[in-house]
């Protein structure tokens, strides 16, 4: 189980990093994303005031760990209804928990 969450965070935030982080030309792009927009309208953070590459690696990382954490719970058990319902009920709160944690640390760094 714990392998099964290390590949699956490896595996995501390599994903991540390949397409997002070392992508400094689509950073115009990204700070038009549903991500970054809901950092702004919600935490009111100026994105031109933060670092865009420390911003874009925390994601990377917070939401390799998000989908990481929602893929093991899921396997914990065999029927996918269930799979389906757990990855769920883990998934949103978890986006909800982590994305305010890094909304309530960029306002503190954007100030």
Not at 6 to 16: C, E, K, Q
Not at 42 to 52: E, Q, S, V
Not at 54 to 76: C, D, W, Y
Request: net charge positive; with cysteine.
């Amino acid at each position: 189980m714990l392998l099964g969450f290390i590949i699956s965070f490896v595996i995501v935030y390599l994903f991540y990093l390949f397409t997002v982080i070392l992508q400094t030309k689509r950073y115009d792009k990204f700070k038009k994303s549903n991500q970054v927009m809901y950092f702004v309208n919600r935490y009111k953070i100026n994105i031109n005031k933060i670092n865009m590459k420390k911003f874009t690696n925390i994601l990377g990382l917070t939401n390799s760990l998000i989908i990481s954490i929602a893929f093991t719970t899921t396997f914990l058990v065999e029927n996918l209804i269930l799979q389906l319902l757990i990855g769920l009920i883990v998934l949103i709160p978890l986006i909800f928990i982590f994305y305010g944690l890094i909304g309530n640390y960029l306002k503190k760094e954007c100030k």
